[in-house]
Nanobody, 115 residues
């Protein structure tokens, strides 16, 4: 099982980034996929979730209207489009795959927001 995040980097406030998480080693389409983030000195927090079958989505209040989670089951990849980035969005972003009691995490990708 492998989850590999990419797309992080340094962006100015108001800018955009698109994170990707490529999955392998499990039946991707059956798993609920999520993005979490963890800033220095803070707990890891849920950013966005997308369902497996219905692809329903849920967002943290802090990113609602700015971030969009999506998935491509043919490519075994989940995305996080981040627009109107703020300094407080800076963190390591992780993707997570969940199916019943199974949880898999990626290694994370760093997002920095600074002018």
């Amino acid at each position: 099982v492998q989850l590999v995040e990419s797309g992080g980097g340094l962006v100015q406030p108001g800018g955009s980034l698109r994170l990707s998480c490529a999955a392998s080693g499990f039946t991707f389409s059956s798993y609920v996929m999520s993005w979490y983030r963890q800033a220095p000195g803070k707990e890891r927090e849920l950013v966005a979730v997308i369902g497996s079958i219905s692809s329903s989505t849920h967002y943290a209040d802090s990113v609602m209207g700015r971030f969009t989670i999506s998935r491509d089951n043919a490519k075994n990849t989940v995305y996080l489009q981040m627009n109107s980035l703020k300094p407080e969005d800076a963190a390591v972003y992780y993707c997570k795959a969940k199916y019943m009691t199974l949880n898999y995490w990626g290694q994370g990708t760093q997002v920095a927001v600074s002018s």
